[in-house]
């Protein structure tokens, strides 16, 4: 439980907030990369409306959402070689905000600067730094540059605040109830998938949480399992401040889960596929879209992560978590919390936060732990992502499927001669 200066201490992130200040040490995503093309995109991160554009030379830039001039809106803009022109009277603005153009003076006002935040490309994503020089290198996480992976990226936007998803990520007792009991209960009712789902209602006997240099590693020991098991062993991380990666047999996922502002957070799957053997080369990562309501306007609560997220949606848009009951179960969740405080602590006192990177050398590739052999189940699992997660939704899923399963009986030892 806390109280409620605490609970808003940990979950707002407008300009000036404690936990504004802390997600602005870090890089963020802000736009999928192929959809800031020759139109300017209009996005909002961390409580400020902002405009994406690329430049005729390829440049990316994020710049307010209103113009500097007399505040029209940027998303009427032109992009062109020099940066973004304001569709009223003409300005342009380069990516580092200066004004550079302003077409109807006798003479340019060069003092004319719009806000403007530093931007880069990795992984088929725009990254955001909003936060005090000098900035920290946007760390270069495995799933964003593996060059023998296939990708594609889910995204939705949901319509509460973003800390509730990464407390789900530090709380593995749920897996077993509202992905297995709960989904197998629902399922049955709706007749959908009479095969109940049995890797994911496997009791946990045991959790454990440890913290590491990016964030936590969170671990588990299920009913069947030792601590000699991958799941123990190895674990998974929630990478701080936003991101968890989960996956196995080959499959690799970041759930990131982007502050829009208090009430919103963009919610994207970034998934990387490794299926060991050559495929065509993507000349761009494909995007999918998540659906989070059924037609008839319900929650669709027939898949992993639309449970997730309906129950994450049911905590309230900000969840009052002074109105709590924790229990022992609750140990990730307390540790996330307790780490949290511990960086706005930090960031008062002029400190990096955990996480940061500011070492070149280190920052090629960071290698992050994950059991691959996940619920003991490797391949297995992988294919319970695709019947029963966000992924089962991306346009690539049958070509991964069939990558894999090349794969799997190319590996196969031959079959014995009868
Ligand atoms: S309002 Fe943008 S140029 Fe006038
Ligand atoms: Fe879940």
Redesign the pocket.
Known sequence: MLTTEENERLTRVGPGTPMGNLLRRYWLPIAVAADVGARPVARRLLGEDLIVFRTGQGKVGIVDRQ?K????DLLVGVCEDEGIR?G????MFAVDGRCVEQPAEPRLNSRVQIKSYPAQELGGLVWAYMGPQPAPLLPRFDLFVWDDALRDIGECVLDFNWLQAMENSVDPHHVEWLHGRFMNVHNALEAKGAEPVQVLAKRHLKVGFDRFEYGIIKRRVLEGQSEEDEDWKVGHPLVFPIILRVGGGGMDQFQIRVPIDDTHTWHIWYTAYRPGIPFARQATIPKYEVPLFDAAGNRNVDFVDGQDIAAWAGQGTIADRSQETLGASDVGVVLLRRMLQEQLARVEQGLDPLGTVRDESANACITLPMEQNKYGSGARFRDELFAHQAVRYSPIRHEVQALFSQAESSAAPPAAEA
Do not use: M
């Open positions: 113009c001039h007399r505040r029209a304001c009223y009277h003409g300005w």
